[in-house]
Every structure is written in structure tokens, then in C-alpha cells.
């Protein structure tokens, strides 16, 4: 009897859903959220702050959305007719390359409107979409897209684009993403980048004097222009090389042509993303001698550069000592000032910062620097080392936050600190200690540091 009800229930939630579920409008509008870090207050707490976007039911209980790119997405809510949330949903996968989101309910929500990845149509669509690669954001990411002219939106859902009466995928940008990337984000539901990138990068446009130096009269190609560090392949690239051939593809035609093949030929293999244990082979034109060269991708990362872009899992490390707050310098750090950054910021640090752009240091792992001095007695002259850079300490060059963290760990008296201005300042270890205790009471802080020793 106990079996026959529990059946009785089940066949109930499946053919009576909107019993246990709320009907929604076609046009699905949500709000997401997102952890917003301040970079140049490292010490502050993080708050959410919240964005309207358009999702697309694709199941009973899973929804893709497109959130703004490279952000800390937290959760997200439905939104009903009157704009007050109704459904909290959960972050399943989150691509900070593109901003595509998946996020699940529980319970499952019914709408109108569900639109299945088998609903996509994948061979019609592609007959009419020119195949182009496009790069997003800071990390310049390639991926395979389309452009969407002769596309239009769907009335009932901003983000979908359709042609005629079929659904074609999704638009990031002026871009629009097909079945082929969507059902690789779900399959994977990965937080974090999914796909890989080529490590370098190249000049496609390429004058006939160039030609002829780089290939000589019969050869032609592309030439690098940029190997990443961390994820490129340094030591088997250098910039000047002049690639041939890519996977045993000749990169020969117009520019547009030569990107077509350079993209598909490393970034695909058998028509399908290239797995990282599958090889890319180059063959390059070296001082007049053709060689070839193999490495394998890699996810784009910045941790190798000097200067990152923002800091992964947003983890800003700070330290305060005697009311100067150490940090390291970032991207995120200098924009936060705002789309004027370029004029607000300090000129060293910015100038800095754009010429070591994707690039590591000899000796340095990060630029230390004094992001913040709050007013105490015994720093009233040191109010001019704001947004200076920390060269030594104890005459050790500073390589990071946690080396420099580390020197005033384990000094026994005085550490004597070098700035970029030239300017020199000795701390008194009895004397910062009875400092910090005053910071921490009078700016309400728990604690000085959030790096672990």
C-alpha cells in the first residue's frame, strides 16, 4: 500500500508540474549577483552587488544566462512580472571568458518556453553563418564565432538568435556562439575557463616586404608576435619566428584566411576541441632555416605575468605595518578608479603596468607597493609613499607581498625599507608593534594580514 502511493505522488509531480512549481513568462529576466572586491581598499570586506540579465530555460530546472565577463558570479533569482525575486538559483558553471553562466533551481520551474540544446539547429544555422574567430577581454581569449548579420534577436528572449524559424545560438557581444560551444560549457559545467588558448600570438596582415623577409619568395604564412609566459610555449618560440605550418595546414591566402586556418588548425582537432594531450606541431622559418617545434595547450592564466589583470579567485593579499598597507599591483587595481584610470593613477605605476602587460620579470614575481597609508602618528611623514613601488627590504630585492611579509616576520629590531621615489624609511619592530595595536582599534580592523604563514 506504502508503494502504490509513492507511485501515485510521483505520477502526480509529473503530469500536475505547475502544482509544485511557478509558471513563468516566456521572456525570463533574473538577477544575478556578484562578490564585489574592492582592490585598492584590499582590507575592506566584499559585498554583493546585483545585475538584471536574460536566461534561457534549457531543462526543467537549468538555465543559461550571460553575466558580464571575468566577475565573481555568486547566485542568481528569477525575477516575476512585478521585478521581485521568486526563485534563487545556484551556480553550476561559470565561463569568466565569455560570462556564460549555468544555474540550476530546485525545485524545478516550469515555463512556456524551454529551449532544449537539441532544439538548436546546429547544420541548418551554420549554412548561413560565416565562421569567424573573436577574441574577448583582458585575456585575449580566441574562440570560433559568427557573425550575426543576417541573424535576429528572438522577440521573447534578447540573448537567442534565430534564423527564420530556426534557433541558432547565443550572442556574446557582436558575436553569436553555436550549438558547438554550448554543449562543450555543459558538458564540462566547469567555474572557470573551458577551453584552451594558443599561447602565442601572431600578425596575420603582412606587407610584400615582409613576406619576402620573413618566407622568401615562395613561402608565406604568419608571424609571432607574442609568447605568454606560463601558458605559451617560451623557450620554443621566439618573437619574429615565422610560422609555416601548423598541424601539417599551410597558412597561405588573404589575412582573414591565414586567421581561419592559424585558429581551427591549433585550437581543433577532427573537427572537435583539441584535447591537451593532443600535440600542436609548428613549423617555422628561423634565421633562414626551417625547423619544427611541438607543445601542448593550456587554459590562459596570468599568474605567471608580473602584473596580472586581477588576482585568481580574487585572493588580494595585503599586510599592515605601521599603518601602511603593502599589496600588489594588479589591472583591477588601477581601474578601479574608473574609465578615467589613465589619468588618475599614478604615472609610474601605470606606466609600469602597460609596458609589462603580459610579461614576466627576470627576478619579480609581483610589484609591491604601498596602495594605502592610514593616518597614524608615527607615518605622518610618509604620507608621499602612497602608490609607491617597494624595491628592497633589508637589502633583499622584494620579489612578493609574502616575501616581503616574510622579511618582517623573521627581522629581529629594524627593517629598512627602499621605495621607487629613492626615499628610505627604517621601522622599529617594539615601535610598529604598539602602532599596529592603535590601527587596529581605531579603524575597527580584525586583523592586520590575510596572507597565512
Known sequence: MKLLFQIVICILIEISPNVYAKELPEELEVSV???????QNSWEKSFLKQEKAHAIQINRNQFLVIASQNSHVEYAEILSDSGKSNTKLQLIAFDPDTGLSLFDSSPFVVSSKIFQLDQFDFDICKKKMKEDFTSYGESEFFFK????????????NTILYKYKNYNCGIQFGSKLFDLEYLREFYKKKKKGRIFFHPGFLVKFNLSEDEKEFYFGKKLDGVVVEKIYPGFGPIGLLQPQDAVIEVNGVTLQGNPIEKKRK?????LYSNKKFRKKDE?????????????????FLKHYS?????????????????????GLVFSELSGAYLKESGKDYRRKSHKKLLYIYEFY?????????????????????????????EDEMVQKANGENVISLTHLFAIFQRAKSEILLEFSNGEFFVFNKEEIFLVNENIKKLYSLNHLSNIVE
Open 33 to 39: 549577483y556578484y562578490r564585489n572586491f574592492s582592490h
Open 145 to 156: 564565432g559568427y557573425s550575426s548579420k543576417g541573424f535576429v534577436r528572438d522577440k521573447e
Open 262 to 266: 592559424f585558429f581551427q588548425s591549433i
Open 279 to 295: 600535440p600542436v606541431n609548428l613549423t617555422i622559418r628561423r634565421n633562414k632555416k626551417t625547423i619544427t617545434q611541438k607543445y
Open 302 to 322: 596570468d599568474e605567471n605575468f608580473l602584473i596580472p589583470e586581477k588576482f585568481e579567485n580574487e585572493k588580494r593579499l595585503f599586510f599592515i605595518e605601521g
Open 357 to 385: 602587460k603580459y610579461k614576466s620579470h627576470p627576478f619579480r614575481k609581483r610589484i609591491v607597493i604601498v596602495n594605502r597609508i592610514l593616518p597614524d602618528d608615527f607615518n605622518i611623514n610618509m604620507r608621499n609613499l
